[in-house]
């Protein structure tokens, strides 16, 4: 069947179709240029090895195979739209995580190719990669194996909040590949508290008591710690011979304008989440979500933003709930550009065509090195904001919100930056 064929079927009949009836190829797609960026990376630093690539039902590296699967509905805008109607989202459709994910998934492919976990001084630091994790999960294993042949696979998987019993369901052909799957953990601290306990008697280390963990609420403005006391003997409670804290290990993190470019430079939203806690520790009345809003709403308003332009509810604005205006942005561009460290936060930002999430856009000149901004992207969401010197060498500081439109996000992407190259050409 010809690609003008199945792409003008509906999503009725195109979901009959067989992937291998679609005659797809990663050649002269969107994916070629990301992996060509995944190559062009491997040889900034040093690596020769080339994983090779194939379109599958979704991302994985099979043990033992040096090359990447990538889902097939990235191979055609038709079929990202279907995937988009089905599962509400399309993993590694943006540009951004896309080559995220094919870094993720090369470093899995070297491994095999240079089988670097029989390696003594891998296993030296991370240990043996069949030493099994705690027992943290219960598995309810209902899967049915069918034929060869008689593919492809349908697996479901359900984890209950407050459970920690994962239950999967479907069926799986005797000669499928196999596919691996991130699952959520419903208490982060406490799986490591007890995997890191396991490591440690691994090694020799005598651990008494049980592992335990304390949590506040998010949104509490009373600040707390916890001392870790290494006790003597077992037990919960009781008088301690020696309360002295003992330091197992420490780690120095880098300095805060290192932290802040890669925040910047590749939309780390976990260190922006953090970043926003360390405000309210540092500047503020507690590390948490409150105390950090509450010194960022002070600097803003410092800056001269009005409270009416802006409303932020988290540090990495995942928040539909997050608003701001383009005119407050630009507000706080021309501050920042007036401050001592105005050319510090500046160098933060992707540079079009260089670096970062602007890597693969805006890539011609005049435009090329002189754009300096910040991406944004969420479904049916896409921002660029920052600074850009003009082709009459003016500086601009510009933001570009575009907001629950109906546009691809390539589309998307290509009229935003077509605006930022009439801004650099015509100065305005």
Known sequence: MSEATWAALGDDD???????????????????????????????????????????????????????????????????????????EVEGGDPDECL?????????????????????TRRRLFGLPTTPYPEYYRIDNRIMTTPQGTGPRKIYINREPGSNQITFWGNMPQDDAGAGESLAIEDPADFTAK???????????TVYGRPRTRHTELASMQTFSVT??????GGESGSHSNPVPLVLANHQSQPLADDLRV??????????????????????????????????????????????????????GLSRENLVSPAAVVELLQYAEQQPWGKLYEDTLPVAGVDGSLNDRLKTAPVKGTVHG???????????????????GERVAFSILCNNHNLSNR??????????????????
């Open 263 to 316: 925040i910047n430079k590749v939309s780390q939203n976990l260190h922006a989440e953090l970043m926003l806690r360390l405000l309210g520790k540092e500047k503020g009345t507690s590390g948490s979500i409150a105390g950090g809003l509450e010194v960022l709403r002070g600097f803003l308003t410092s800056a001269g933003i009005k409270p009416d332009q802006f409303a932020f509810y988290d540090g990495s």
């Open 374 to 392: 910040k991406t944004g992207s969420l479904g049916h969401v896409n921002a660029l904001s920052g600074y850009a010197t003009t082709a009459k």
């Open 195 to 205: 995997l890191f306990r396991e490591l440690l008697e691994q090694r020799g280390v």
């Open 411 to 428: 589309k998307a992407i290509e009229t935003i930056d077509q605006i930022v190259e009439k801004i650099v050409a015509d100065g305005t």
């Open 100 to 120: 995220r994910i094919l870094r993720h998934e090369a470093g899995h492919a070297i491994d095999n190719a240079y089988q670097l976990r029989s390696r003594p």
């Open 14 to 88: 195109l979901l009959t179709i067989r992937m291998c009836d679609l005659g797809l190829s990663i050649e002269g797609t969107e994916l070629e240029p990301r992996i060509a960026t995944l190559g062009a990376e491997l040889d900034a630093r040093g690596l020769k090895f080339r994983p090779h690539f194939w379109l599958s039902d979704e991302w994985f590296t099979p043990d033992g195979v040096p090359g990447v699967a990538i889902p097939f509905y990235l191979a055609h805008p038709r079929l990202a739209r279907l995937e988009l109607s089905q599962m509400l």
């Open 228 to 233: 870790t006391i290494a006790s003597g003997g």
